[in-house]
């Protein structure tokens, strides 16, 4: 792997979220995980959306799903996509994982149309 550049990014979202205390996670977020592997050519970023989403639904991790759920809407996934993916995830991840990733979808929603007015 390339040296990572030193020079921080602070527009990015992990810059923000955490790049005052953990400034090198951010870096290897920003460089590593959404310029190195997101951008592979095996799976499209739509594809990876919903790859991504399904995990962090089934794996209850709903402190980045709304992030994720927001980069899924703007990749081209939509809210019934999504919902149906919640559904679907309801049987093999159980109620719970749904029922907390559904609130989280209903305020991205909203707030994405919030924003679109």
Request: net charge negative; hydrophobic share 40%; proline share 4%.
């Given at each position: 792997?390339?040296?990572l550049d030193?020079?921080?990014?602070?527009?990015?979202?992990?810059?923000?979220?955490?790049g005052?205390?953990?400034?090198?996670?951010?870096r290897?977020?920003d460089r590593?995980?959404f310029?190195?592997?997101?951008?592979r050519?095996?799976?499209?970023?739509?594809d990876?959306c919903?790859?991504?989403?399904?995990?962090?639904?089934a794996?209850?991790?709903?402190?980045?799903?709304?992030f994720?759920?927001?980069?899924?809407?703007?990749t081209?996934?939509?809210?019934?996509?999504?919902?149906?993916?919640?559904?679907?995830?309801?049987?093999?991840s159980?109620w719970?994982?749904?029922?907390?990733?559904?609130?989280?979808?209903?305020q991205?929603?909203?707030?994405?149309?919030?924003?679109?007015?």
């Amino acid at each position: 792997m390339a040296e990572l550049d030193q020079t921080p990014r602070h527009s990015t979202t992990a810059q923000q979220a955490f790049g005052d205390i953990a400034p090198d996670l951010a870096r290897y977020t920003d460089r590593v995980l959404f310029d190195d592997v997101w951008a592979r050519p095996g799976l499209t970023p739509r594809d990876r959306c919903m790859v991504t989403v399904t995990c962090l639904i089934a794996l209850y991790r709903g402190n980045e799903l709304g992030f994720h759920l927001r980069k899924a809407l703007d990749t081209g996934v939509s809210e019934s996509e999504i919902i149906e993916i919640i559904t679907h995830l309801a049987f093999y991840s159980g109620w719970p994982t749904a029922s907390t990733a559904l609130g989280i979808a209903r305020q991205v929603f909203e707030d994405k149309k919030e924003t679109t007015r």
